[in-house]
């Protein structure tokens, strides 16, 4: 089955051509009841022990025509149809559902949306669907974009630490990616700080990009924040981000987003 074309980020702007949008935000609908949506585990681990410490959640459609939608594109399509809460919820319930198996050592990590977070009442809602799962909520990380953070700080700051008290870790993913707001670091209530793969990608061959990663770790230690580095691809790389300090990484090195039933095979041993 082919792979979709790949689909802009300006799509988000409203950019999409109107006849794909029509067609891919009708098929969305009702592609959460007949199970399209699909919930992929990329294992992380630890840089310290090397074992797997748990796992982020990620969001996969398999379209019955254009194949497999990833993740980014997915919400780009649910925000055109003002289907991201549902979206979301969808993900999150399935991704505890399997979750819930793994050895209790091991953690997940969610990936919340603007939508939600803006919400009255979510953090409560939230909760309720974490108790229902009988997954513990001190096994959850909370990954938040910088598209949560740059309509108001104020308000996410607040939102945010209302998760924390509940008990969540909350990280800061995709750093680097953006705008890199070191201010972030100082008025959010983070636990973690996830490197986005560009700021991996030449750790090993170039000196500027070594003494950023050096920087950035640095000042996150200085924080007690934990560091992980996402898109680690080779060897070298990992050797670098174990040698500087950070906590955890995934990446294809070891292993790509992988199905539920392989992931609880790892999570066992």
Known sequence: MPQIPYLPRSMRAGELPENVA???ESDLVTALGREEIMVLFQPQFSC????????EALARWHHPSLGEVGARD???????AAMVAPLSRHIVTRALEKAVQWPKHMRLSLNITPEELAEDGFARGFAELVARSGFSPERLTLEITEDILLTNLEFAARALTTMKDGGYSIALDDFGAGFCNFNYLKVLPLDVVKLDRSMVTGIASDTRDLEVLRAIVSLCRALKLDVVAEGIENEQQLAVIIEQGCALWQGFLRSEPIAP?????????
């Not at 997915?74 to 055109?80: Q, R, T, V, Y």
């Not at 992931?263 to 066992?268: P, R």
């Open 74 to 80: 997915l919400f780009a399509i649910a925000e055109k």
């Open 22 to 24: 029509r067609s891919l």
């Open 261 to 269: 039933d392989e992931m609880l095979q790892l999570a066992k041993g």
């Open 48 to 55: 310290s022990t090397s074992e797997m410490t748990g796992a």
